[in-house]
Nanobody
Framework: QAHLVESGGGLVQAGGSLRLACTLS???????MGWYRQVPGKQRELVAT???????NALDSVKGRFTISRGNDKNTIYLQMSSLKPEDTAVYYC?????????????WGQGTQVTVSE
């Protein structure tokens, strides 16, 4: 059964940087993976995606500040976040794209909290 683990979150001042990591434990390698984030009371939003070939895309509000990349193990992805802003505060999740489904339900890892103070 697939398993997602995110790490690297923390508390940082505005303008600072963090690097998130995610590992998908699975027998298959997805065509694409992505980072999502969610603020309490709001829907989860897609932040950035990367394909197995390395093609990347990102939300307009994070372009130029966030960089998604894949490890040598293509089931590992990273999100380098720079020039962080308080509005980047959220729980960050990774997942496959499209979302991983297990027994008919969307599967998510535990996420990692990113808090940006002013």
């Amino acid at each position: 059964q697939a398993h997602l683990v995110e790490s690297g979150g923390g508390l940082v001042q505005a303008g600072g940087s963090l690097r998130l990591a995610c590992t998908l434990s699975s027998e298959f390698s997805p065509n694409a993976m992505g980072w999502y984030r969610q603020v309490p009371g709001k829907q989860r939003e897609l932040v950035a995606t990367i394909t197995s070939g390395g093609a990347a895309n990102a939300l307009d509000s994070v372009k130029g500040r966030f960089t998604i990349s894949r490890g040598n193990d293509k089931n590992t992805i990273y999100l380098q976040m720079s020039s962080l802003k308080p509005e980047d505060t959220a729980v960050y999740y990774c997942n496959t794209s499209p979302i991983l489904m297990i027994n008919g339900r969307a599967y998510w890892g535990q996420g990692t909290q990113v808090t940006v103070s002013e």
